[in-house]
């Protein structure tokens, strides 16, 4: 109950192309949900993040839709570029006002955009 | 602003030698602080967290322990490394809202 799924594991889009990247999740009290991008040889950076009060939170070319009653929330790169690519986790926390600050990441989408 | 540092940036170390990783973060107090592993192409595991000087929990039983013995100083050690130790380690940090910032991490191979 304390995953997170992500899919695909790999995603090939052309550039100027829509990435879309799912995560879903079954505990209901995750109230934080993150994205991170790395690139290779990196530490993880934050994305952006969405609360489950809002449906959908957008970020320049990036996106987060949230579906509360499905537990799912996906990420959505709008014109896809070669910059863009790089792994993407999701991930989750039930610990949003909380002391830990613990989050559960999903395995990650290596997204290759081509030119 | 915050700065998180890791050091040594990458590490060759023979099997059954000792490990010292460490992580700083600099423009916060009392932070949360974090130590995860990354295998080769595959996802984050967390290792250890820290809420407080001295204050350690280990999420998976292993060859590694972890130590904070200043506010903003955590540090990831090994007594005998296993050839299973080799990865990416990453150290975090947050202070609100689960929101946790990484370093630049540790390349490590154990040969």
């Known amino acids: 109950q304390q995953q997170v799924k992500q899919s695909p594991q790999s995603l090939i889009v052309q550039k100027g192309g829509i990435s879309i990247i799912n995560c879903a999740y079954e505990?209901?009290?995750?109230?934080?949900f993150p994205w991170y991008q790395q690139f290779p040889g990196k530490g993880p950076a934050l994305l952006i993040a969405?609360?489950?009060?809002?449906s959908e939170k957008k970020e320049g070319r990036f996106t987060i839709s949230f579906n509360k009653s499905a537990k799912q929330f996906s990420l959505h790169i709008m014109d896809s570029q070669p910059g863009d690519s790089a792994t993407y986790f999701c991930?989750?926390?039930?610990?949003?006002?909380?002391?830990?600050?613990?989050?559960?990441f999903g395995k990650g989408t290596k997204l290759s955009v081509k030119p | 602003s915050q700065t998180i540092h890791q050091w040594p940036a990458t590490l060759v170390q023979p099997v059954g030698s000792p490990l010292s990783l460490e992580c700083t973060v600099e423009?916060?107090?009392?932070?949360?602080l974090y130590w995860y592993r990354q295998a080769a192409g595959r996802g984050l595991q967390l290792l250890f967290y820290?809420?407080?000087?001295?204050?350690i929990s280990s999420e998976v039983p292993q060859n590694l322990s972890a130590s904070r013995p200043q506010d903003r100083q955590f540090i990831l050690s090994s007594k005998k490394l296993l050839l299973s130790d080799s990865g990416f380690y990453l150290c975090?940090?947050?202070?609100?809202?689960?929101?946790?910032?990484f370093g630049p991490g540790t390349r490590l191979t154990v040969l």
């Open positions: 820290s809420v407080g000087i001295g204050q």
């Open positions: 975090a940090w947050s202070v609100y809202f689960a929101t946790q910032y």
């Open positions: 505990n209901t009290a995750f109230d934080y």
């Open positions: 969405i609360r489950p009060d809002v």
């Open positions: 423009g916060t107090s009392n932070p949360n």
């Open positions: 991930a989750a926390s039930s610990d949003y006002g909380g002391s830990q600050g613990n989050l559960i």
